[in-house]
């Protein structure tokens, strides 16, 4: 799935070392610092073949990464905060969702499709940015043409230029006390009629013989007339006539033709993509079954992260410079089980390792978005202040290892099912708490999940 969250600037990215890129990633993710420093190292050699002359930067392949290590431990999260880190294009994929082709499925390169949306989506959102100045000026200008019609012209045909002027003086005094009664939004309960485009379209489904994504029909192109220009009158309040009027003065004043051309260069040569689950498609010696074979899938796969050139709606796109980083737990099989061709085009390969109690300590503390920070600044909404002692941090460390020992190691993942029990009583009863002061200490820890890890069999179901 695509995820956008810029954090820092282009120029500021372009400045980072790689020991700065790990201290930016420390702040999110706890441990696991031979994958931060393998992909900080990515990044890096990445601003570093952008400098380097266009001879040479074309043949600096990207060097893929392999993570290896159990599920939550932070594989998807140090690709996820990278690429925001980088403000590039990133897209999530499961690699378990595609088939060999001639099986119904999905396309794997509808893996760079997806990379190209998100990309022209994240280009127009720049570009918005830079023209919603002029724009919210002037959708002002066409609602106060709206609150203000225009004077009919006299019914002579021609007036002295005196009286003309005299005229127009009256009106334009009007219309800047108008504007300034919007500004200060005196006139938000006014109601205006707007001619407002229809965004309906008849849809239509249809199957392909091999991929949908492979139809690509633009029936507005192909029916301007029949599509395009249609508009009803709609009556609405004057801030959402506003609203509506700076939309469409945004659209006006995107070249969308410039968007899909700087959007496909920029997934050419920043794009990421994070292919999970890598392991459910390598292929196990002696496998037999129903399954759509496993290797075809890694073939499909292998074009793309070789590099090939991928046709999408907004153009050809050339996956050579694309990074890659495929992640998978590796319980079953193991990475030799992937297809030679495959494993030579991941040559850096990190082993994750598992979390124990000091991990959960501090990832309940330390991180910005700590999960007990969340839980408090969530009972705040209630007017209730929580409090957590280091003891009972402690404590819910504990229960979550032996949680994760006795049923199945789920990393990180457990201390969420940990923290909503521990809060149950306090998230159910929150509004009506006399008491707005609690405090969370290993006594209360012990007493709301004592019962549960006692009980084998329960805890299997509930954590």
């Known amino acids: 799935m695509p995820i956008l969250l810029p954090e820092t600037t282009q120029s500021a990215t372009d400045t980072l070392t790689p020991r700065q890129i790990v201290a ?23 601003m570093r073949r952008q400098k380097l002359s266009p001879e ?12 290896i290590g159990p599920t939550g431990v932070g594989k998807t999260e140090i690709a996820r905060r990278l690429a925001r880190l980088a403000q590039s294009p990133f897209v999530k994929v499961e690699a378990s969702k595609f ?63 005196e009286d003309a002027t005299a005229a127009r003086d009256p009106q334009s005094q009007t219309r800047e006390r108008f504007r300034e009664q919007l ?6 309960q006014r109601i205006v009629d707007l001619d407002v485009r229809e965004k309906s379209f008849p849809s239509f489904e249809i199957i392909a013989g091999s991929s949908v994504e492979e139809v690509d029909i633009n029936l507005k192109d192909m029916l301007p007339g029949l599509f395009q220009g249609r508009t009803k009158r709609r009556r609405m309040k004057v801030p959402e006539a506003l609203e509506y009027l700076t939309h469409e003065e945004e659209q006006k004043l995107i070249d969308m033709d410039s968007v899909a051309r700087v959007a496909v260069g920029r997934v050419e040569q920043t794009g990421i993509i994070f ?21 075809g899938v890694q073939r499909d796969i292998l074009p793309i992260v070789e590099g090939t050139t991928v046709n999408t709606k907004h153009g050809m796109v050339r996956t050579d410079h694309i990074l890659f980083i495929a992640a998978g737990a590796f319980h079953v099989s193991k990475p030799s089980d992937l297809i030679p061709e495959l494993q030579g085009r991941f040559p850096i390969r990190v082993e994750l390792q598992p979390l124990g109690r000091d991990e959960f300590v501090r990832i309940l503390t330390e991180p910005r978005s700590a999960l007990v920070k969340q839980y408090i600044a969530l009972m705040d909404t209630e ?24 049923t199945e190691n789920i990393g990180a993942r457990r201390l969420h099912t940990v923290m909503e029990k ?29 019962d549960i890890v006692k009980n084998e069999d329960l805890s299997r179901y509930i954590l």
Do not use: C, W
């Open 99 to 161: 088939t060999e082709v001639g099986y119904v499925g999905r396309d794997v390169e509808s893996m760079v499709r997806d990379l190209v949306e998100l990309a022209v989506d994240m280009v127009r959102e720049e570009r918005i940015e830079e023209v919603r100045h002029k724009a919210e000026q002037n959708a002002e200008e066409r609602l106060l043409d709206l609150l203000l019609p225009p004077p009919s012209p006299p019914s002579p045909p021609v007036a002295p230029a």
């Open 24 to 46: 930016e990633l420390d702040k999110y993710v706890v441990g696991q610092h031979a994958a931060k420093r393998a992909v900080a190292i990515a990044l890096r050699n990445r």
């Open 422 to 450: 521990l809060l149950d009583e306090i998230s159910f009863e929150g509004p009506d708490l006399g008491e707005k002061t609690v405090t969370i200490d290993a006594v209360y820890v012990t007493k709301m999940l004592e």
């Open 56 to 67: 040479l930067a074309e043949e600096v392949a990207p060097k893929n990464i392999l993570m």
């Open 183 to 188: 500004r200060a939004g005196r006139l938000d």
């Open 383 to 406: 007017g209730i202040t929580l409090r957590f002692t280091d003891d009972a941090i402690g404590r819910i460390a504990d229960f979550a290892t032996i949680v994760n020992d006795r």
């Open 275 to 295: 292919l999970d689950e890598i392991d459910k498609i390598a292929g196990r010696e002696g496998s037999h079954g129903p399954d759509v074979s496993r290797e």
